[in-house]
């Protein structure tokens, strides 16, 4: 079942994206965060539930963007439980992705994903997304090694 996820969530949502990022981010600035998010209307993290079970999520962000004089969905975070991939899940999720932004008015659904990652390009490839810009990064903290790879 699909739904906007709730305060007894985080957890779990946490969990999920910890295994996307491959380490364990620190709980208490997430669950902060995510807790703003859920207060927010510009943001919208849908979860699929089987069985009570929350086993899929995908955090959507919704702004209006001066480049495109409208608005704009970008997908901020998107994991399915190991468990539940590669069954069609991952497809239906992005489909209703979608519909919420056509209903927010939105002009374009966007993803930012790591070079590294190219089954999941594969995936939004298939899905019909389009690989037409770069995004680049520079870390804040010190630790800006230059280095790509998953988990650091």
């Known amino acids: 079942m699909f739904c906007k996820a709730e305060a007894k969530d ?12 491959q380490k364990e981010l620190p709980f208490g600035g997430f669950e902060k965060i995510f807790g703003e998010q859920l207060e927010n209307e510009d943001y919208y993290c849908l979860v699929f539930r089987r069985e009570g079970e929350t086993i899929a999520m995908l955090n959507l962000r919704f702004e209006s963007q001066l480049h495109h004089a409208g608005a704009v969905a970008e997908i901020m975070e998107f994991a399915v439980d190991e468990r539940y991939r590669n069954r069609g899940l991952g497809r239906e999720m992005l489909a209703r992705a979608v519909e919420l932004a056509r209903e927010r008015g ?18 939004y490839l298939r899905e019909g997304m389009h690989n037409f810009h770069y995004k680049f990064s520079k870390a804040l903290t010190g630790e800006d090694s230059g280095e790509n790879r998953l988990g650091k």
């Open 10 to 21: 985080t957890r779990r949502v946490y969990e999920l994206i910890c295994d996307m990022e």
């Open 106 to 123: 939105c002009m374009q659904i966007e993803v930012a994903c790591n070079q590294l990652r190219k089954d999941t390009h594969r995936f």
